[in-house]
């Protein structure tokens, strides 16, 4: 498979049911951004801790089905969807990191070991992406638990990312006002 096809060149691209659209079209800007996260995902692989890096692994396939998600406008029952299931398995990690962290009691500056910076910056993303996908359900209609899964997504980077701070000894720091 040639990785150029030169159908791109003018601006416009194809969704999964081969309707040509703009590269500007709120659908692809919504796994655009959802491929950017993605792609800092793999940049905080390794971290050096084989839980957090097969739970990114995880997340990293479930934006891959954000993305077809979001690219079929007109799915069918067989074609790959994100489920209620995607967000569940957030929610039970997020539940393990809470669990070995210290509770939140104020805001904290993103940042910390490149591991968690990189995170806090992925999970800055996810919300645009987040975002994206509300803009295109404004349009559109959507699978509405894709925008689900996206916001438990950044909560779960938030708490992997003061999980490896924390696992790295790298103290959280509070904005001053």
Do not use: C
């Amino acid at each position: 498979m040639k990785i150029y096809t030169g159908r791109g060149d003018e601006g416009m691209t194809d969704l999964q049911n081969m309707d040509r659209v703009s590269k500007t079209n709120e659908r692809i800007e919504a796994y655009g951004t959802v491929d950017e996260a993605n792609a800092l995902l793999g940049t905080a692989r390794p971290t050096g801790y084989d839980d957090v890096d097969a739970q990114l692994e995880g997340m990293q396939n479930h934006l891959h089905v954000v993305q077809a998600d979001f690219a079929n406008p007109e799915p069918d029952e067989d074609d790959t969807r994100v489920r209620e299931e995607h967000t569940e398995q957030l929610e039970e990690w997020i539940d393990a990191y809470d669990d070995e962290l210290d509770p939140l009691q104020q805001f904290i500056l993103p940042g910390g070991s490149d591991v968690g910076a990189t995170l806090h910056h992925a999970r800055a993303v996810v919300r645009r992406a987040e975002r994206r996908a509300v803009a295109l359900a404004g349009e559109e209609p959507i699978n509405e638990e894709a925008v689900v899964y996206l916001n438990r997504l950044s909560d779960a980077l938030f708490v992997v990312a003061r999980a490896v701070n924390k696992r790295e000894g790298v103290r959280e720091e509070n904005p001053t006002y």
